[in-house]
């Protein structure tokens, strides 16, 4: 069944009572009730639970999926949703990145462990997604009508982006320069909507889709390409 643009899988038992969930890591929804209920009754229940069911599901999207890198030659790394090769090339001179078309060159001195690859890596990573940036938050609070004091940038294991509404600071997680660029505007958008609305409720997403109408489509992305 779908309802209100959410697809729900609908188990109908010999039981008494009905419980929804919300599971990980698709943020999958099941609905599980009395076989006597009818669909009316069921949608009207559903929406009565709508608001928690889309915070829920906002939580688990929300996560980034792990991969275990080694930073070695061959392995896959993305940037801005394109995915690249790696390949360390050892050098006497100061680190760098280069992208040689679908090749991600990484310049490390002799003798580098993993953690200083990694560390070149994402101090890269950083400065090109703080390049990006100005112009994006800058764009969309013109669209939205609000203005942020600060924004930074930091790895999080468990968001995407947060925002701090009392300071009007929003955070962004290091690893959306690895998606693609709606993608990072989506979650910019989505921390900017908080200075309008507080919670995950029902205004909230209908200002998300005032202002970006396919903005479920690139939720749904994101967390296809969840590459953390």
Sequence with gaps: ????????????????????????????????????????????????????????????????????????SGEKHYFKGDRLILKVIYHQTSPKVIIEGSQLSLYVR??????????????????????????IIAKWEQVIGVKINDWRIKKMKTRWGTCN???????????????????????VVHELVHLLERKHNARFWQYMTQFMPNWQQYQRELNHHSLC
């Design 1 to 72: 069944m779908e309802i209100d643009g959410l697809k729900i899988q609908i188990v109908q038992k010999n039981i008494k009572n009905l419980y929804i969930r919300v599971y990980p890591p698709n943020g999958e929804i099941r609905l599980v009730c009395p076989r006597q209920l009818d669909n009316d009754t069921i949608r009207q229940l559903i929406m009565a639970k709508i608001d928690w069911i889309r915070k829920k599901r906002a939580k688990f999207l929300a996560q980034p999926r792990k991969i275990d890198y080694q930073y070695i």
């Design 110 to 135: 002799f003798g580098s462990i993993c953690e200083q690859r990694e560390q070149v890596l994402l101090a890269w990573y950083r400065q090109q997604l703080k390049a990006e940036l100005p112009q």
């Design 165 to 187: 509404i009392q300071a009007r600071r929003i955070w962004l997680n290091l690893e959306l320069i690895k998606q693609p660029a709606h993608c990072l505007e989506y979650v």
